[in-house]
T-cell receptor, first 118, second 111 residues
């Protein structure tokens, strides 16, 4: 299984500012995903980050608010821009398992970034 | 209608009990099916994949009914350590690969 790290693990930010979250994987992966999990809620997919192309955003999420970078096959960043208290959430990156593994199509998650916006 | 719906929970059961969770999905093009476990303040981790033939892993049994678009998870002989949130997930390939999660069902196993 992939080992995924995220930085920062948590942050408290003022409204109107931006925060960039980093996700590092210990192996090369084709697809990386960014999810949001608000308190007591399930995971909501924000976007899919593919190396060498623009991220694909889900309905309700736009690039201006959540710009994503994917400079190589082991790293991605998600920026939460012009934050408001409604952006307070846990943000998780994930990768899919290797296609030839027993559990292909499953997701491995990073530990998450807990964001509080005041 | 949500794409993936689960029992609302929470489920409060004594140790040793058998508990069943249900999940329905709306997109008939869904390809793969999973149960994840999420402990408090932790990331989700794969519990088991779900196959049409049904599959078992120790005390855990998962079933898939494609015709009814229904997935289930059965936990036998519940342990205190089974207390967690159980997330149903389906993978779709329409317009790109993505995994959709249910809202999760909270399980409390008490002594």
């Amino acid at each position: 299984s992939a080992v995924i790290s995220q930085k920062p693990s948590r942050d408290i930010c003022q409204r109107g500012t931006s925060l960039t979250i980093q996700c590092q994987v210990d192996s090369q992966v084709t697809m990386m995903f960014w999810y949001r999990q608000q308190p007591g809620q399930s995971l909501t997919l924000i976007a899919t980050a593919n190396q060498g192309s623009e991220a694909t955003y889900e309905s309700g999420f736009v690039i201006d608010k959540f710009p994503i970078s994917r400079p190589n096959l082991t790293f991605s960043t998600l920026t939460v821009s012009n934050m408001s208290p409604e952006d307070s959430s846990i943000y998780l990156c994930s990768v899919d398992a290797l296609a030839d593994s027993e559990n292909s199509d499953t997701q491995y998650f990073g530990p998450g970034t807990r964001l509080t916006v005041l | 209608r949500k794409e993936v719906e689960q029992d609302p929970g929470p489920f409060n059961v004594p140790e040793g009990a058998t508990v069943a969770f249900n999940c329905t999905y709306s997109n008939s093009a869904s390809q793969s099916f999973f149960w994840y476990r999420q402990d408090c303040r932790k990331e989700p981790k794969l519990l088991m994949s779900v196959y049409s033939s049904g599959n078992e892993d120790g005390r855990f049994t998962a079933q898939l009914n494609r015709a009814s678009q229904y997935i289930s998870l059965l936990i036998r002989d519940s342990k205190l350590s089974d207390s967690a949130t159980y997330l149903c997930a389906v993978t779709q390939y329409t317009g790109g690969f993505k995994t959709i999660f249910g809202a999760g069902t909270r399980l409390f196993v008490k002594a």
